[in-house]
Each structure stands twice: as structure tokens, then as C-alpha cells.
């Protein structure tokens, strides 16, 4: 039987800028399983990224509760959020976000190393996770010289190497010609199938949330059928 993984109740959040107020997300409720891929879909400005922010613990609600079992994610401290953070979740965004600095093997290993894990192990992990997307002959290259998908499957890579439960991915084929948009999702199916992890991911591409398993329609901050 599948499991709940997180549930979000009355999830709200206002800006508020001297008497105005701008309502972002009203009353969003819904529920994640474990293994599920979930579209996130909408408009510019319909809510979808500062949902995305919530979700990984980047932002809190006006009003609402985060359930994973009986513990509400919104109600710990800063230094357990982002430790939960590391330890759990994973992220992906439109733009890689590689540290050019450093080669495929470092920037994948990178929420290792922050977890306090041995270099040794955590570029055995990286490793490993750069062949799992079929990156094994570019251990050694810089941002800079590869191509845009190859980026996309070392940002993708450095969002599995700590084996979350859930992943986030904001817009993960947006910048991305179709074909190689088209070959990063078949990389997260495969990645789900064989991980059991979740996947939520914000998209525009209609062509892409129909690939998923469900879809959230956002509308003016609120959940539509």
C-alpha cells in the first residue's frame, strides 16, 4: 500500500507592505505519497514557487500546517529545517545552479560534504550517482564545458546523492530544447522508479505535467479542478 509522505493543510500566505496585502496561496490543502511525481501548474503569479519555497522548508506560511506522520515541518527551529533539508529532500531549479568552480564530481558531492560526510565517501557517492544519470566520462569537467543537458544531469545528480525522500525541481526542462527536455523527464521516471522517491515538480510545460502522475492547478493562490 502506498504511504502518505506529506500532507499540507490550509496552507496560506500573505504579503503584507504597509496597509496592503497581497494574498499568495489561500486555503491549499493536498496530499504527497511516497513514489509520487506531482505536477505543480498555473499562470505567472498563480503561487506555484512560493508553494515550491514551503514545501522545502525556504519560506513559512501566513497560516497552515506541513504533516509528515504527526510532526509538522513548519514547527521546527531554522538549524533543524535545514538539516532536514539536507538529509531529505533534494532540489533541482530551471537554472542548474552548478558552482563553476568545481567539477561534476565536487558539485555532486557538495550536500555531502556539508552534512559533515568524509571526502572519500562522499565523491564515491557522487560518482555513483553521475553514472546513475550516464555521466561516468565527465567526473572531471567544469560547468563551463558541458552542454545544457549535461548541467541539467549534474544538477539532478547532486539532488539524488543524499537519497531523499522527496524532490523538488522548479521548472527543471525550462530551459531546455524539447528533446532534451524530453530526456530529462524519462531520467526522473527512472530515477523515481528505481529510488521510490517523490517527485514535485513546477512546470508551464503542459507536455510535461501530463507525463506525471497528477496535477495541482493553481489559479490566483488557490487549488482548481
Known amino acids: 500500500?502506498?504511504?502518505?509522505?506529506?500532507?499540507?493543510?490550509?496552507?496560506?500566505?500573505?504579503?503584507?507592505?504597509?496597509?496592503?496585502?497581497?494574498n499568495v496561496l489561500?486555503?491549499?490543502?493536498?496530499?504527497?505519497?511516497?513514489?509520487?511525481?506531482?505536477?505543480?501548474?498555473?499562470?505567472?503569479?498563480?503561487?506555484?514557487?512560493?508553494?515550491?519555497?514551503?514545501?522545502?522548508?525556504?519560506?513559512?506560511?501566513?497560516?497552515?500546517?506541513?504533516?509528515?506522520?504527526?510532526?509538522?515541518?513548519?514547527?521546527?527551529?531554522?538549524?533543524?529545517?535545514?538539516?532536514?533539508?539536507?538529509?531529505?529532500?533534494?532540489?533541482?531549479?530551471?537554472?542548474?545552479?552548478?558552482?563553476?568552480e568545481f567539477n561534476a564530481v565536487e558539485n555532486v558531492a557538495m550536500p555531502l560534504l556539508i552534512a559533515g560526510q568524509p571526502v572519500y565517501k562522499a565523491r564515491k557517492a557522487a560518482e555513483q550517482c553521475l553514472k546513475r544519470v550516464g555521466l561516468q566520462h565527465r567526473f572531471k569537467h567544469r560547468p563551463a564545458e558541458l552542454s545544457g543537458g549535461e548541467r541539467q544531469r549534474v544538477a539532478i545528480a547532486r539532488a539524488i546523492v543524499n537519497q531523499p525522500r522527496l524532490v523538488l525541481a522548479d521548472e527543471p526542462t525550462g530551459n531546455l530544447d524539447h528533446e532534451t527536455g524530453l530526456s530529462v523527464y524519462h531520467l526522473l521516471r527512472e530515477l523515481n522508479q528505481q529510488l521510490d522517491t517523490s517527485f514535485v515538480v513546477v512546470t508551464h510545460d503542459l507536455t510535461l505535467a501530463d507525463k506525471l502522475d497528477r496535477q495541482l492547478v493553481l489559479r490566483n493562490g488557490k487549488l482548481v479542478d
Do not use: W
Not at 491549499?28 to 509520487?36: D, H, K, P, Q, Y
Open 1 to 22: 500500500m502506498t504511504k502518505s509522505l506529506l500532507k499540507a493543510h490550509h496552507i496560506s500566505k500573505t504579503y503584507k507592505e504597509g496597509s496592503l496585502e497581497t
Open 26 to 100: 489561500d486555503d491549499v490543502s493536498f496530499e504527497l505519497m511516497t513514489g509520487e511525481m506531482l505536477a505543480v501548474v498555473g499562470s505567472s503569479g498563480s503561487g506555484k514557487s512560493t508553494l515550491m519555497h514551503i514545501l522545502g522548508l525556504l519560506d513559512h506560511p501566513t497560516y497552515g500546517e506541513l504533516m509528515c506522520g504527526e510532526d509538522d515541518l513548519l514547527k521546527m527551529s531554522r538549524r533543524a529545517s535545514a538539516k532536514y533539508r539536507n538529509e531529505h529532500m533534494g532540489f533541482v531549479y530551471q537554472f542548474h545552479h552548478l558552482l563553476t
